[in-house]
């Protein structure tokens, strides 16, 4: 190419994609001598410089998930250097509203001995029949081919791919009756851009310095069968013949093509649906005694993620196998190869999972595993078994028949010449899968048995299985065991997974939700979100049959069926769009943005290393609470609480169960709704100490220990919020741990405002249940995406808990608030990166402001449990003075009158008290009935020196009471006075105004 500017425009005219950001091809030095890695890196300003590029630090963070990035345009500069080979230079097609200006279809020597060549002209005729001109270019290397058409104007990537698709398959290049051949990709390779894929995928462009003086990286002359460049490339280029989108639309309605077609189903919520996609596999040409199986395998793999029919599949690995395997693998070895990938992944699916190779002899082992002697080759489970949910190379241990009618039959000698087969168990039975959950280590297994022409799945402990005590109890779940059968059973199942162990399915799993695998990844119910995207429950089967996931992958399973339950209430419906929507219009009003925030919260409690919290929303109206409420669980799943599984729950429940859900919710809110549903249940006492246990297991994120057969279970602890609502705050309730209400934000009035919003609460209620599970989601993900941050995130929330503690002013209680508010600001912040379409009406630290103004103060002075119970109690003490001896009623002759129930203490009457004293059961008693802890009461007490003490620094002296000297608990005067503000000075009489 000319360096001219005329050049570089006509150039960027044609081989047009993304011009904000290039790809540049890089080389890294290897060991030895010999060259590392290489592939394509966008261009980055921030690339490797310290303290800012993450890999400058040894973070393999992917450019396009980096937050530091800074990419360059494309520039005429750039081009040069291409042109003139000092660099190589790439293109992404796809732009960001999901056209293209071109499609090329990619072309390989996958194997190293196949020309690609015919493949290209059989694609090219198909082109031009159809009324399309291709353009012809050899790739890079020279061992391949680009096959280009170029459109006018930019077309929607989805027709250009849908008609390439198509019209290679007229050619006989993909479908499900075709064998091996050289076509392997699209450019470009998606519908549209996802947040799995920011960029797409890329193609090499041309006309590269070096490679052009090969002759490759130019367009090739058909008259040549494109084995030749054209001589005059620019006359070429500036009379190209391109499509429009109509020629396109054309070809769609003629042959009946459609936008959902070709696709993998993706398992993100996040992303979308991609089209299929291989990886090209590098056949050798002879391949070694070693490699044949995972060679072969791999080949399989590939062919059947284009989409080709399991007989084609077949065929192509029997010809690499005689061609190419030194020696040739037996026929029904390849055959094992074909059904391992054809029945474990669905057709168009990249396998995920490596498949280990054919299995070496275990005779002798196997004779010491089952007790049996073993034939020298073991038969496979689906050769006697044909829909057993297991691995195709999964074998039969030992000598045995396996019959979906008759059981199991095992082979037997008596050493007297008798021998043959003897039916010892009911029913078949396999090994499906192992399950190790990834916080104990604890292992379980999936066992499957066929009766009543079906098979049977159940999960147990491994234990189970190991133990003949043990395994009759599997009779619980409809196996046929009994006590005859248990011996047989428990050798034959550890032979199986001794023989097996290499085809086992090996499954991580979570019994809680959250942070998982060193906070790399995040189990939103039974979502795995990671940086890369969202495995999704629908892409997992958890129940019937092996799981077709990656070692990496954690999948959720409940400890019972309550928290499978639970599990099934995180999911998603409608858009983020609508949600949106409404959250911009509800979150007007501070209470419902506060508790909006809260929800959000979790996740990143883990992060800042912040504690616990708890929100409420409390007042009598009826209107918004709920509401609220249904916002906030909209943020994770289902907020429907008549739903069966929903995020929002009801205080009608125990404290078992909250610490127990406290504990799976880890990272993610409990939701109750309406306090009085417990008031309503229960008698006041019990109803009372179960908000309290609640308030208090929630504020610490710790349930309470309890004692089990082997000793003390262990207590998880757990990172989480707890919202609520009531008609009354639940502080009001929760008496006992001061410190617990210190983590208690509460909210009083109506969410909405006094002013009656019926049509925007009713909006709330409608949109948020049909658009729900979306936000919270994109919150993690954004997290995850830029871990680089995490550090600095933490440091920011620090300077945030700085300010809010200034506003305490040196107060214990108000500094506690200080960390919700100041998670509250950061958790704000984060969702203004996360969510782009979330509009904050006002700064957000605006509103908490006046949340804090409104609400810190008093909560301050309601948190300090004691020094309310001191309140309680002196003002009982002014408003009964006559049950206290020293201002009791006296008779006629000067005795004292004791009041009902006796004296309660002494109060000396008159100015010159020096304390109130009360005895030890009415203080109990009264303490108790305000709902204070006694204990705790007296203990806080004595420490701040409200208390009298005796000459042996004892809580009780002894007070003369008419007559008696009993022992009772004396508070100062000082202490009431001081710390209550009561003023016992007499008051002085009016003046007469009528004289003496």
């Not at 943005?593 to 979790?602: D, E, G, Q, R, W």
């Not at 008031?679 to 009372?688: I, V």
Request: hydrophobic content about 40%.
């Amino acid at each position: 190419m000319n360096g001219q500017i005329d050049y570089y425009g006509l150039f960027k005219s044609i081989f047009r994609g993304r011009d904000d950001v290039v790809p540049k091809h890089f080389t890294t030095a290897g060991t030895n001598g010999k060259t590392g890695r290489s592939g394509y890196a966008p261009i980055c300003n921030n690339f490797w410089k310290t303290g800012i590029c993450p890999k400058a630090s040894g973070d393999k963070t992917a450019c396009d998930k980096c937050s530091s990035r800074d990419y360059v345009p494309l520039s005429d500069a750039l081009l040069q250097g291409h042109f003139e080979g000092k660099h190589i230079l790439g293109v992404y097609p796809l732009l960001p509203d999901g056209t293209c200006w071109f499609v090329a279809a990619d072309f390989d020597d996958h194997s190293g001995d196949r020309n690609p060549l015919a493949d290209v002209l059989a694609y090219a005729e198909a082109l031009t029949t159809a009324g399309l001109t291709p353009y012809v270019l050899r790739s890079k290397s020279g061992k391949g081919f680009h096959v280009y058409l170029f459109f006018a104007a930019p077309v929607p990537a989805w027709k250009a791919r849908r008609v390439a698709f198509s019209l290679l398959q007229e050619a006989g290049l993909v479908g499900e009756d075709v064998s091996v051949n050289s076509f392997d990709r699209l450019f470009p390779n998606q519908d549209e851009l996802s947040p799995t894929k920011p960029l797409g995928n890329l193609i090499g462009l041309p006309y590269q310095g070096e490679a052009s003086k090969f002759g490759h990286t130019l367009l090739l002359d058909p008259a040549s069968d494109y084995t030749t460049a054209f001589t005059e490339q620019l006359a070429v280029l500036t009379s190209l013949i391109r499509a429009s989108e109509a020629d396109l639309d054309t070809i769609i309605a003629a042959r009946g093509l459609a936008k959902d077609a070709p696709k993998v189903a993706t398992p993100s919520a996040l992303g979308g649906a991609v089209p299929a996609t291989t990886k090209p596999i590098q056949v050798p040409a002879l391949i070694p005694e070693t490699k044949r199986n995972d060679t072969l395998f791999r080949v399989a793999a590939s062919l059947h993620a284009k989409g080709l029919s399991d007989q084609a599949i077949r065929e192509a690995l029997l010809a690499e196998n005689a061609a190419k395997c030194v020696p040739p693998l037996d026929t029904q070895e390849v055959e094992d190869i074909v059904q391992n990938v054809t029945a474990r992944y669905a057709k168009g699916v990249s396998a995920a999972v490596a498949v280990p190779g054919a299995l070496a002899s275990l005779d002798a082992t196997m004779t010491a595993a089952s007790g049996n002697a073993a034939p020298t080759q073991l038969p496979t489970i689906h050769s006697m078994l044909p829909d057993a949910p297991v691995s195709a190379n999964a074998v039969v241990p030992g000598k045995m028949n396996l019959s979906l009618h008759d059981g199991i039959a095992a082979w037997v000698d008596n050493g007297k010449g008798q021998a043959g087969f003897k039916h010892v168990f009911p029913v078949a039975i396999v090994l499906v899968e192992r399950l190790k959950c990834v916080h104990t280590g604890k292992e379980q297994v999936k066992l499957a048995w066929h009766m009543d022409d079906a098979w049977h799945f159940q999960i147990v402990d491994r234990k189970v299985i190991a133990d003949t005590r043990d395994i009759v109890s599997l009779a619980s779940y409809g196996l046929p065991i009994t006590s005859e059968h248990k011996e047989f059973l428990v050798k034959y199942l550890s032979a199986y997974d001794f023989v097996n162990r290499r085809c086992i399915p090996l499954i991580q799993v979570s019994s809680r939700f959250g942070w998982q695998d060193g906070n790399e990844s995040f189990l939103w119910g039974r979502n795995l979100i990671t940086q890369d995207g969202m495995l999704s429950a629908a892409a997992i089967n958890t129940k019937n049959g092996p799981s077709a996931i990656g070692a990496a992958t954690i999948v959720f399973r409940g400890s019972d069926d309550g928290d499978e339950q639970v599990a099934d209430g995180f999911v998603c419906s409608g858009s983020l769009t609508g949600w949106l929507a409404t959250a911009n219009r509800a979150i007007v009003h501070p209470i419902p943005f506060v508790v909006m925030l809260a929800s959000f919260a979790p996740p990143l409690l883990t992060l800042i290393g912040a504690s616990n919290f708890v929100v409420e929303t409390a007042g009598i109206t009826s209107t918004g609470k709920t509401s609220t409420q249904r916002l906030a669980a909209s943020v994770w799943g289902c907020p429907d609480e008549r739903a069966e599984a929903s995020v929002l729950h009801t205080w009608d429940t125990t404290r078992i169960w909250v610490e127990r859900t406290g504990g799976l919710l880890n990272g993610l809110p409990l939701i109750l709704d309406d306090t009085k549903r417990v008031f309503s249940s229960l008698p006041q006492k019990e109803a009372r100490a179960l908000v309290n246990a609640v308030v208090y297991a929630y504020a610490s994120g710790k349930g309470r220990g309890r004692g089990s057969v082997q000793g003390t279970q262990r207590t998880g602890s757990f990172r989480s919020v707890l919202i609520s609502s009531g008609e009354e705050p639940c502080t009001g309730a929760s008496t006992q741990h001061g410190g617990a209400r210190a983590r208690v934000l509460s909210l009083w009035g109506a969410p909405f405002g006094s002013a009656p919003q019926p049509d925007l609460v009713k909006d709330v209620n409608v949109t948020v249940m049909a658009n729900y599970g979306f936000a919270g989601p994109y919150l993690v993900r954004h997290l995850l995406m830029h871990r680089a941050y995490w550090a600095v995130w933490k440091e920011e929330f620090q300077q945030l808990q700085g300010f809010y503690a200034t506003l305490a002013e040196g107060n214990n209680v108000a500094g506690r608030l200080a960390e919700i508010f100041a998670v509250l600001e950061f958790t704000a912040l984060r969702l203004l990166e996360a969510l782009p379409g979330l509009v904050l009406p006002r700064p957000t630290r605006e509103v908490l402001r006046g949340i804090w103004d409104a609400t810190v103060a008093d909560a301050a002075q309601d948190a300090d449990r004691a020094l309310a119970a001191l309140r309680d109690v002196a003002e009982w003490a002014i408003a009964n003075q006559q049950k206290f001896y020293g201002r009791h009623k006296s008779d006629s002759t000067g005795h004292p009158i004791e009041p009902h129930g006796g004296f309660v203490g002494r109060f000396d009457a008159g100015d010159s008290f020096t304390y109130i004293s009360f005895l030890r059961k009415p203080l109990c008693d009264l303490l108790e009935k305000f709902g204070h802890d006694v204990s705790a009461t007296v203990r806080v007490w004595s420490e701040r020196g409200w208390l009298l003490a005796d000459s042996k620094g004892r809580n009780q002296r002894q007070v003369r009471i008419n007559g008696t000297k009993p022992a009772a608990y004396c508070i100062k005067r000082a202490a009431l006075e001081t710390e209550v503000g009561m003023d016992f000075r007499p008051d002085q009489e009016p003046p007469n105004p009528f004289g003496s």
